[in-house]
């Protein structure tokens, strides 16, 4: 295939991701209202039991990490509404953390070396996943930008990958200002999570976030393309090939 024919199919493998991230918030949204007001009304629960309910928080925004029940973003506005920004995100970053730790390392100690032996014998995706790997702390990031990836999913597929914990916990690291941004809007919209005049809408914010979010998934589907397309390559070019 020539260059002209990679660069068109990668841009049209970027325009699916953003189209297909964008039909799918389009399509939740408009539900998104009540669940939020629902996950608000269980955190007022959870604050009435005083201390106790912001450890019944984190474990389920643990669960929620590890098992993808609802999108953490939703959880952490309702906890914004409820608690404020402070303590909201506070919270909400130890759930997070614990939560993503410990997909990536479930993933890593159970099956990673079964995937190792996998990769000795597939040459083509043994290169995909060092070149992944090389990539560390950026790609992680950007998929954790991303509001289409489902958080579980990725953190397992990170730990299965040859990124290394460091680089797996720094990426994450560097996308928690995005979990303040959800906190400080489910907080200021106040008492009534109001979302605003339309049905479904996030207001500027959350939206500006989700306009970022899309790019970011663009960009690393773009960055996995091309990998990928390496990779062929090289297996291609092999002797004997």
Known sequence: ????????????????????????????????????????????????????????YVLVLIATCLSTIVPASALVMAAGAVWGLGLASGLSMIGILIGAVAAFLMARGLLR??????????????????????????????????????????????????????????????????????AWTGATAGEAVEIGSTGGALGWASWGLTVVGLGATGAAVWILARLAGEARRAEAARPGE
């Open 1 to 56: 295939m020539t260059s002209g024919g990679r660069t068109r199919r990668r841009r049209l493998w970027l325009g699916l991701a953003v189209a297909a991230g964008a039909a799918l918030l389009w399509l939740g949204s408009a539900h998104f209202d009540a669940a939020l007001t629902a996950l608000r009304d269980a955190i007022h629960g959870f604050a009435a039991l005083g201390w106790p309910g912001y450890v019944v």
């Open 113 to 182: 070396g079964r995937l190792a032996r996998v990769l000795a014998r597939r040459p083509a995706l043994a290169r995909f996943d060092r070149d992944l790997g090389r990539r560390g702390w950026r790609i992680v990031l950007l998929w954790r930008f991303s509001p289409v990836a489902p958080f579980a999913l990725t953190s397992f597929a990170f730990g299965l990958s040859s990124v290394t914990f460091r680089d797996y916990l720094i990426g994450t690291l560097a996308s928690l200002p995005a979990l303040v941004l959800y």
